[in-house]
C-alpha cells in the first residue's frame, strides 16, 4: 500500500514547506563562485536541506582514491565522487553520508599538525589539506583537498561543518524525509514492515502468532494510557479495557503487562514495566493486574530484567570505552589490544545479555507458561530481552521480514527512546542500548550462519541507520511524538472495530517513510547483501509440534509464581508487591529478597542431578548461543571500520571493496565452472544460481570472519 | 583429477584394513581391546569409572582402564551405546577413549578431595586419576570402585610408563614397525617429497628456477660429514664442497627455497663460539671466503636475520605455551559421590550455574572468564605468533619487494629457522599451500631440516628436558594465514589439528626423530641383522592410516581452486609473475644506497657469527620498519590474489584464537547447530552440484561412465552438528535445556499436555 512504488527513481519533487521546517528556507542555489554544476548538487537534497558549503576533494584512505565533492548541508556532511549516478537507484548516499548528530570528531590536516576541530575559532589560518570526519557509528571519511587556487573553498567548507555540528548540538529535530510515491504503481518487490501502528497491523501479527487467547486493546488509541506506549498492543481475551487501564495505572509511566509474542507450544512472553509502588490499589485492582500478568497460565514465571545485566550508564560507558579503542590512531599497543578490549566491557554486556536471553528462551519454551520481563521502564534492556528471545526460539524472526518486524514492534513501537538513547536530545541518558542489541544479534549470526536470512551486511546498515535524519523511525523517544510528525493523529477519533479497516494509507500524499524503506539509501546491489547466502530454512527444521494451547483457565490465584533471577527459579508467594506490605516495598527498589546461596551450595545441586534429564529433546528450532569468553568476538567489520589497516582488505562492505571481490570470484567462478554449455543448463539447475558470486562472496566474508575477538 | 584422488584413497585404505587385521584380541572380556600389531597389555583395571560430562550433567560409564605399551584406553561396558554413527570422523588409530602414551601431559591423583601431581613411585594411591593430554583433553577416571591390587598396578603402571625416560630404541614405533613388516607396503603414490633423495632436491631447484644458482650436493652422503644436516642438501653453485667439511658443516650457507625474482632464502649455522684468537681469525677468514661467493653477482645482496637474538627464545615459547593451554585444560569439576542426590527447590539453570562451580585450579576458567581476553594476553601466545609472522613479512618483503637474499642465522639452524623459513614459502609460494607442497614444505624444513622433533616434543621423557612446541607454533601461525585466507589453502584447519594430533601418535616415524641420521641409524633391526630389510616405518603423510576416505574429504577444502594452469610457451614467457609484485613500488633509487649499507654489514655478519653480536643492529632501523609498513599496507589495500603472494594480518585484533584445536574438547564451548559447520555443509551442497552437474557434462563428452564421485556426507544434516564438528562426538546432541530438579514436577504436568496433544490448534482461525 504505502509502499506502492512503480518507478524506479524517487521524484524528489520540491516538495511544500516541511511544517516544521519552515524557518528554514530551502536555499538551492549554491553560492555564485561556485564552479562545479551547482544544479546538480542541489538536487541531491532532501527537502528542506540547504548546502551551506562544497569543495571538491579526494576520498582517502582506500585504495582507489576518488575524486568528488564534499558538501555540507544544514543536515549532513557528504562526499559525493565524481560520476556518481544520481539517478541510478538511491536518492542517498549510503557509504559518504554523515549526519551532523553523528559526526563524533573532526579533525583537519596540514602538512605534518593534525588539529582536532572543536568550535569555529580553532580553525585560525590554518589552511586544511586533509579532513578527517570520524563517525559515532565508527566510520571513518577522509577527504583531502587538492591544491591549486581552491584552498578558500576548501577552508569554507571546513568552516561549514564546524558551525553546522555546533549548531546541530542544539536539540535540531527533524522530521524525517516525506517523501511523494504517488503515481508509482504496484510492483512491489516485497511485503511491507507492518509499522505497527495500525490495528490491523497488531491484528495480523496476533493471527500470525495464533495467539488464540489474546486481542487488540485499544485503550490507548489517544496516547492516553501511556504516551510511551503503542495505540495498540495485546491483552488477554477476557480482559475489559476498563480492566486494563485500571491495571496499567500501577505500573511505571503506565506500562503495564502486554504481550510481547505467543510461543507456538503455548507459553506466551509478556513485557511490562516496574509495579509502580507508591500507588495504593485496592483488591480489583490487584485483581486485574494479576489477571494481566498470569495471561490465562497456571504457572508465571517473573523475570527480573536488570538483574545481571548493565545499567544504562554502563552501557554508555562501555560504549565510548569501546569507541575510543576503535579509533584509528588509538594508542593501544597491538600486544595489549585484548585486554583493552577487555576494559571496555563492552563484550561482557553482550554476554550478559545473550546469557540471559537463552536462559528465558529456555523458560519460553520448556513448559506452557506466562514468562513476564519487568524492567522499571520496560522500554530498554525489556525489548532487548524479548527481542533476543524471539531470535533464539522463533525462526520466523530470523527472517528478513521477520527481523525487521520484530524491531519495529519491540523497539520502535514499544517506544524505546532512540532519540534519547542515541544522544540525540543531549540528555544525560543517552545509552546505545539498540547498538548493544544489535552487537547480541551480530554474535547470534556468526554462531548460527545458516539460520539467519539476513547478513552482516544488514546489521551494518542497520547500525549505521540509527543516526540518519532521513527517517523518523530512530529519531523519536515515543510512538506518541513519531505520530504527531506523520499526521496519524488525524485519525484521533477512530475506535477500533473488527470490521472496520482504515482507508489506505495510499491516498495521502505525505506518506512517512521509515527506516525500512531500504532503498532510500541502498542501491540494489547492496540490498542483495541484505541476504545472508549460508541461510537454510531446512537447516534448523521449523517441524514446530504446536502443542495446544491450554484451554483458558478460569480466573484464579495462579497455582504457581516464581521469580527468575541469577540464573535461578525462586518460588514467590504472590505476584503483585503490594497486598501485604505495601510500605516497606514501598521502600526497597528491588522488592524481592534475593536467593541467599552460596556458590557452592549451587554447584551441588546441580552436579547430584540424575542423568535423564539429558533425554530432553532440544526444542526444534530454538538456538542457545555460546557466551563462554572465546565464543564472544569483536564485531570488527563495525568497530574496526575506521582503522586503515581493517578499511583495507577484509573491511567493510564498501561498493568499491565488494566489486573487486566479485569480479574476482566470477574470475574464479569460471574457472571452476569451464565446460558448462548452455543446453546443460536445463538439465539441473543453473550453475549460477547454485553458486551465485554473491553467495559465494558472503560465504567467503563469513569464514574469513574471525573466530575469536 | 579427483577421480584419481579418490581411487588412490580407495587404494590405501584396502592396504591398511590388512594392516589392522591381525588385531589381536583380549576374548575373556566381553569389551574387546583393539591393540595394534606389536602392541601389548601391560596393566589394566576393572569397574573404573569415567566421568563423562554430558550437557553440563555429569554421569560415569563403568568400565575397563587398560595400559598398553602404545595408550592408556578405557573399555566402557556400554560401548555401544557411545559407538554410534555420529562418530564418522573417526581416527582408525586412536578411539575417543584412548589416550598415546606420548600424548599425555600431566597426571593428576586426588586425594581426600585434594588434587595432586602424580609422579615417581607412590605411597597413596589416589581415588581418582585425572590426566590432561597433549591434545588438551581431559579424563577423569574414579578408581573408588576398583580392587586396591588394581588401582596399584594400573596407576603405577601408568606413571612409569608415561613417566620414566625412555630409550629410542625402546618407542613403540619400532615394536609396530617390526610387527607390522609384511604388512607394510611402502605408499609407491603419496606425492609428499621427502628429500631424501637428491633427485627430490634437484626437483625443487627445479620448480623454484633455484638450479642456476644452486646446486645439490650429496657430500654429506652416509653423514660423513655432519649428523645434524640431511644426506642431500642444497648450496651455492661456486661453494667448494671442502667447505661443508671444514666446520662440520656450520658457517655453510644452505639453501631453502628461490623467490621467482631469483632471490633466495638461506639458511646457515652459526660457529661454534671460541674463546682462542687464533681460531678466531680462522673462522673470520673462512667466514671472509664464504662472503665473498656469496655476495657477487649472480647472487643478490644478503641480508643477515640473526633469529637467535632480539627474536625470540625457546625459552619463551615454552612458557607461553604453557601458561596458554592452562587456559582449556578444563577439567569438570569434582562431583559429589555418584548417586542420585535429592534436589532442592531452588531450581537452577545448568549453563549460568557453571559459572558458580567450585575451582578445581583449571576451571577457574569459567569462573574468570570475563577475564578471558586478559588472561589470553598474559600468555602471550598470540603475541609470540604476531612476532613470528611480522618477522616472516618482513623477511619476505626483503625478497619480493627488495630483492635481496636473506639468510637465516640461528644456532643449529633447526628451531626457528625452520619456523621463519616454512612461513616465508607459505607466503610466496603457492605450491606450498597445496596439501602436496604443505607436507614437502614440513618435510624439507622440519624432517630434513633436522628440527629435533624428538626433543622438543620430549618424547623420550627425559627428566631434564621440557617440551617446547615449536612446531605446534608453527602450526598456530599457519592457522592464523588459513583462517584469514581460506581459499588460498588447499587444505583445512581440521587437517592442522588432526596433524598437531600425530605429532603424538608414535608409528608415525615423522615427528619421532631429531635428524634424518637419527632415523636411518635406527632403521636397522637389533644387532645389526644384515640380512633383513630396514624397518619400514609409516609416514604421518599416509593419511588413511588414521582415516577413512570418506573423513578425510574434511581435511580438503571445497573452497580452494587449483591454479589455473597455462599452456606451456605462454608460461615460459610470462614466468610465474605475481600479480602484486607488478604494482609495488620497486625503486632503483632505493636500493642503491642499501648497497653500501649492506658492506658495511657484512663486517657485523662476521662478527655475529663469531659470537660478538652487535644488537638490534638491523631490526631498529627505521628505514626498514618503513619498507615493512609499506610492503605490508600496499598489500593489503590490494584485492588478494590467492595464487599469489599471501600476507597475513597481524593487527591486535586480527589474530585468533585456533578455536578447533584448543576448545573442541570443552562441551561448554559448543554451539549447537552453529558454528562454521553450517556454512560449509551449505557450501559442500552447492560444490556437491557443481560436481555433478560436470560428471553429467563429461558423460556426455566422452560417453562413459564416470565413477562415482565422493561425496561429502559426513556434513549430511548439519542441523544436528554442532560448532566442535567434527570433533567432540561425545556429546549427544539432545539434551541442552536441562532443566533440572523436581521443582518442575509441580509447575506443568508432562502427561495432562500431552493428552492434549491431540487437540490440533488451527493456525488460521482465529
Known amino acids: ?709 | 583429477m579427483s577421480n584419481a584422488f579418490a581411487a588412490l584413497q580407495e587404494m590405501m585404505s584396502c592396504q591398511n584394513r590388512e594392516i589392522h587385521t591381525n588385531e589381536k584380541e583380549v576374548t575373556e572380556k566381553e569389551v574387546t581391546l583393539h591393540l595394534l600389531p606389536g602392541e601389548q597389555l601391560l596393566c589394566e583395571a576393572s569397574t573404573v569409572l569415567k566421568y563423562v560430562q554430558e550437557d553440563s550433567c555429569q554421569h560415569g560409564v563403568y568400565g575397563r582402564l587398560v595400559c598398553t605399551d602404545f595408550k592408556i584406553a578405557f573399555l566402557g561396558d556400554d560401548e555401544s551405546a557411545l559407538d554410534n554413527d555420529e562418530t564418522q570422523f573417526k581416527n582408525k588409530v586412536i578411539g575417543e577413549n584412548d589416550i598415546t602414551l606420548h600424548c599425555v601431559d600431566q597426571i593428576y591423583g586426588v586425594f581426600d578431595e585434594k588434587k595432586k601431581t602424580l609422579f615417581g613411585q607412590l605411597k597413596k594411591y589416589p581415588e581418582k586419576l585425572i590426566i590432561h593430554c597433549k591434545d588438551l583433553r581431559v579424563f577423569q577416571f574414579c578408581l573408588r570402585y576398583t580392587k586396591e591390587e588394581e588401582v596399584k598396578r594400573i596407576v603405577s603402571g601408568i606413571i612409569h610408563h608415561t613417566q620414566a625416560p625412555k630409550l629410542l630404541k625402546r618407542l613403540f614405533l619400532f615394536s609396530y614397525a617390526t610387527a607390522a613388516q609384511n604388512n607394510t607396503v611402502t605408499d609407491p603414490k603419496n606425492h609428499t617429497v621427502m628429500f631424501d633423495t637428491l633427485k627430490d632436491w634437484c626437483w625443487e631447484l627445479e620448480r623454484t628456477k633455484g638450479n642456476m644458482k644452486y646446486k645439490a650436493v650429496s657430500v654429506n652422503e652416509g653423514y660423513k660429514v655432519c649428523e645434524r644436516l640431511p644426506a642431500y642438501f642444497v648450496v651455492p653453485t661456486p661453494l667448494p664442497e671442502e667447505n661443508v667439511q671444514r666446520f662440520q658443516g656450520h658457517g655453510i650457507p644452505i639453501w631453502c627455497w628461490s623467490c621467482h625474482n631469483g632471490s633466495a632464502l638461506l639458511k646457515m649455522s652459526a660457529l661454534p663460539k671460541e674463546q682462542d684468537d687464533g681460531i678466531l681469525q680462522i673462522q673470520k677468514s673462512f667466514l671472509d671466503g664464504i662472503y665473498k661467493t656469496i655476495h657477487r653477482p649472480p647472487y643478490e645482496i644478503v641480508k643477515t636475520e640473526d633469529l637467535s637474538s632480539n627474536f625470540l627464545s625457546l625459552q619463551e615459547i615454552q612458557t607461553a605455551y604453557s601458561k596458554f593451554k592452562q587456559l582449556f585444560l578444563i577439567g569438570f569439576p569434582s562431583p559429589p559421590p555418584y548417586c542420585g542426590s535429592d534436589h532442592t527447590a531452588t531450581l537452577l539453570f545448568s549453563p549460568s550455574s557453571a559459572y558458580q562451580l567450585p575451582s578445581d585450579n583449571s576451571t577457574e576458567f569459567w569462573d574468570t572468564d570475563i577475564k578471558w581476553f586478559s588472561l589470553l594476553e598474559s600468555s602471550s601466545w598470540l603475541d609470540i605468533i604476531r612476532r613470528c609472522l611480522k618477522k616472516a613479512i618482513e623477511i619476505t618483503e626483503c625478497m619480493e619487494a627488495q630483492n635481496m637474499n636473506v639468510l637465516l642465522l640461528e644456532e643449529n639452524a633447526s628451531d626457528l629457522c625452520c619456523l621463519i623459513s616454512s612461513l616465508v614459502q607459505l607466503m610466496m609460494d603457492p605450491h606450498c599451500r597445496t596439501r602436496i607442497g604443505f607436507q614437502s614444505l614440513i618435510q624439507k624444513e622440519w624432517v630434513m631440516g633436522g628440527h629435533c622433533f624428538l626433543d622438543r616434543c620430549n618424547h623420550l621423557r627425559q627428566n631434564d628436558k621440557e617440551e617446547v612446541p615449536v612446531f605446534l607454533l608453527f602450526l598456530d601461525c599457519v592457522w592464523q594465514l588459513v583462517h584469514q585466507h581460506p581459499p588460498a589453502f588447499e587444505f583445512t584447519e581440521t587437517y592442522l589439528t588432526v596433524l598437531s594430533d600425530s605429532l603424538y601418535i608414535p608409528i608415525f616415524s615423522t615427528f619421532f626423530f631429531n635428524s634424518p641420521h637419527q632415523k636411518d641409524t635406527n632403521m636397522g633391526r637389533e644387532g645389526q641383522d644384515t640380512q633383513s630389510k630396514p624397518l619400514n616405518l609409516l609416514t604421518v603423510w599416509d593419511w588413511s592410516v588414521q582415516f577413512e576416505p570418506k573423513a578425510q574429504t574434511l581435511l580438503k577444502n571445497p573452497l580452494y581452486v587449483e591454479k589455473p594452469k597455462l599452456d606451456k610457451g605462454q608460461r615460459k614467457g610470462m614466468r610465474f609473475k605475481h600479480q602484486r609484485q607488478l604494482s609495488l613500488p620497486l625503486t632503483q633509487s632505493k636500493s642503491s644506497p642499501k648497497r653500501g649499507f649492506f658492506r658495511e654489514e657484512t663486517d657485523h655478519l662476521i662478527k655475529n657469527l663469531l659470537g660478538k653480536r652487535i644488537s638490534k643492529l638491523i631490526n631498529s632501523s627505521d628505514e626498514l620498519q618503513d619498507n615493512f609498513r609499506e610492503f605490508y599496507d600496499s598489500w593489503h589495500s590490494k584485492s588478494t590474489d590467492y595464487h599469489g603472494l599471501l600476507l597475513p594480518h597481524i593487527e591486535g585484533p586480527e589474530l585468533k584464537v585456533w578455536a578447533q584445536r584448543y576448545l573442541r574438547w570443552i562441551p561448554e564451548a559448543q554451539i549447537l547447530g552453529g558454528g562454521q559447520v553450517a556454512t560449509l555443509s551449505k557450501l559442500l551442497e552447492m560444490m556437491e552440484e557443481v560436481q555433478s552437474l560436470q560428471e553429467k557434462i563429461d558423460e556426455r563428452h566422452h560417453s562413459q561412465q564416470a565413477p562415482q564421485a565422493e561425496a561429502p556426507c559426513l556434513l549430511r544434516n548439519s542441523a544436528r552438528l554442532s560448532s566442535l564438528f567434527p570433533f567432540a562426538l561425545l556429546q549427544r546432541h539432545s539434551s541442552k535445556p536441562v532443566l533440572p530438579t523436581s521443582g518442575w514436577k509441580a509447575l506443568g504436568d508432562e502427561d495432562d499436555l500431552a493428552k492434549r496433544e491431540d487437540e490440533f490448534v488451527d493456525l488460521g482461525d482465529v
Open chain 1, 1 to 709: 500500500m504505502w509502499w506502492g512504488g512503480r518507478g524506479q527513481s524517487f521524484n524528489i519533487a520540491p516538495q511544500k514547506e516541511e511544517p516544521e521546517m519552515g524557518s528554514v528556507q530551502e536555499n538551492r542555489m549554491p553560492e555564485p563562485r561556485s564552479r562545479q554544476p551547482s544544479s546538480c548538487l542541489a538536487s541531491r537534497c532532501l527537502p528542506g536541506e540547504q548546502i551551506l558549503a562544497w569543495a571538491p576533494g579526494v576520498r582517502k584512505g582506500l585504495e582507489p582514491e576518488l575524486s568528488g565533492t564534499l558538501i555540507c548541508t544544514n543536515f549532513r556532511v557528504t562526499f559525493q565522487p565524481c560520476g556518481w549516478q544520481w539517478n541510478q537507484d538511491t536518492p542517498l548516499n549510503s557509504e559518504y553520508d554523515f549526519a551532523l548528530v553523528n559526526i563524533g570528531r573532526l579533525e583537519a590536516v596540514s602538512g605534518l599538525s593534525r588539529v582536532q576541530l572543536l568550535r569555529p575559532g580553532s580553525l585560525h589560518k590554518f589552511i586544511p589539506e586533509e579532513i578527517l570526519i570520524h563517525g559515532r557509528d565508527f566510520r571513518l571519511l577522509r577527504v583531502g583537498f587538492e591544491a591549486g587556487g581552491l584552498e578558500p573553498q576548501a577552508f569554507q567548507v571546513t568552516m561549514a561543518i564546524v558551525q553546522a555540528r555546533a549548531q546541530s548540538n542544539q536539540a535540531q529535530q527533524y522530521s524525517g524525509i516525506t517523501l511523494s510515491k504517488a503515481g508509482q504503481g504496484s510492483g512491489s518487490r516485497k511485503p511491507p514492515i507492518p509499522l505497527m501502528e495500525t490495528a490491523e497491523d497488531w491484528e495480523t501479527e496476533r493471527k500470525k502468532q495464533a495467539a488464540r487467547g489474546w486481542r487488540v486493546s485499544t485503550v490507548n488509541e489517544r496516547f492516553d494510557v501511556a504516551t510511551s506506549l503503542p495505540r495498540y498492543f495485546w491483552v488477554p481475551n477476557r480482559i475489559l479495557d476498563s480492566e486494563v487501564r485500571r491495571a496499567f495505572g500501577h505500573f511505571h509511566q503506565g506500562r503495564g503487562p502486554r504481550l510481547s509474542w505467543h510461543h507456538p507450544g503455548g507459553s506466551d512472553l509478556l513485557r511490562c514495566g516496574g509495579f509502580y509502588t507508591a500507588s495504593d490499589p485496592n483488591k480489583e485492582d490487584i485483581r486485574a493486574v494479576e489477571l494481566l500478568l498470569q495471561a490465562g497460565h497456571s504457572d508465571v514465571v517473573l523475570v527480573d530484567t536488570m538483574d545481571e545485566l548493565p545499567s544504562l550508564a554502563d552501557v554508555q560507558l562501555a560504549h565510548l570505552r569501546l569507541r575510543a579503542l576503535c579509533l584509528p590512531d588509538s594508542s593501544v599497543a597491538e600486544d595489549k589490544w585484548l585486554s583493552a578490549l577487555e576494559g571496555t566491557r563492552w563484550l561482557d554486556y553482550v554476554r550478559a545479555c545473550l546469557r540471559k536471553a537463552s536462559d528465558i528462551s529456555v523458560l519460553v519454551t520448556s513448559r506452557v507458561r506466562s514468562v513476564i520481563l519487568q524492567e522499571r521502564g520496560d522500554r530498554d534492556l525489556n525489548g532487548l530481552l524479548s527481542s533476543l528471545v524471539q531470535l533464539l526460539s522463533a525462526p520466523e524472526a530470523r527472517t528478513l521480514f521477520g527481523f525487521q518486524s520484530l524491531v519495529q514492534r519491540e523497539w520502535v513501537a514499544a517506544g524505546h527512546p532512540f532519540l534519547t538513547r542515541l544522544g540525540g536530545t543531549g540528555a544525560s541518558e543517552e545509552a546505545p542500548v539498540f547498538l548493544l542489541f544489535l552487537d547480541c544479534v551480530w554474535q547470534l549470526l556468526q554462531q548460527f550462519p545458516a539460520d539467519f536470512e539476513f547478513s552482516e551486511f544488514f546489521l551494518l546498515a542497520l547500525h549505521d541507520s540509527v543516526r540518519v535524519p532521513d527517517t523518523l523511525t530512530f529519531l523519536r523517544n515515543t510512538p506518541w511524538e513519531r505520530g504527531k510528525q506523520s499526521g496519524q493523529l488525524n485519525s484521533y477519533t477512530q475506535v477500533y472495530t473488527p470490521g472496520y479497516s482504515q482507508p489506505p494509507a495510499g491516498n495521502s500524499f505525505n506518506l512517512q517513510l521509515s527506516v525500512w524503506d531500504w532503498d532510500l539509501r541502498y542501491s540494489n546491489a547492496q540490498i542483495l547483501q541484505f541476504q545472508n547466502p549460508g541461510y537454510d530454512p531446512e537447516h534448523c527444521p521449523d517441524s514446530w509440534l504446536p502443542r495446544p494451547q491450554p484451554s483458558f483457565m478460569v480466573p484464579g490465584p495462579p497455582s504457581s509464581v516464581w521469580l527468575f533471577s541469577r540464573g535461578a527459579l525462586t518460588p514467590l508467594n504472590q505476584l503483585c508487591p503490594w497486598r501485604d506490605s505495601p510500605s516497606l516495598l514501598a521502600v526497597s527498589s528491588r522488592w524481592l529478597p534475593r536467593p541467599a546461596i552460596s556458590s557452592e551450595s549451587l554447584a551441588d545441586q546441580e552436579w547430584g542431578l540424575p542423568s535423564h534429564w539429558g533425554a530432553c529433546p532440544l526444542p526444534p528450532g530454538l538456538l542457545l548461543p555460546g557466551y563462554l569468553g572465546p565464543q564472544i568476538r569483536l564485531w570488527r567489520r563495525c568497530y574496526l571500520r575506521g582503522r586503515p589497516e581493517v578499511q583495507m582488505g577484509l573491511s567493510a562492505p564498501t561498493i568499491s571493496g565488494l566489486q573487486d571481490e566479485l569480479s574476482h570470484l566470477q574470475e574464479l567462478l569460471r574457472k571452476w565452472t569451464p565446460r558448462i554449455s548452455p543446453e546443460d543448463h536445463s538439465k539441473k539447475r543453473d550453475p549460477h544460481t547454485i553458486l551465485n558470486p554473491t553467495e559465494i562472496a558472503g560465504i567467503l566474508k563469513g569464514r574469513a570472519e574471525g573466530d575469536l575477538g
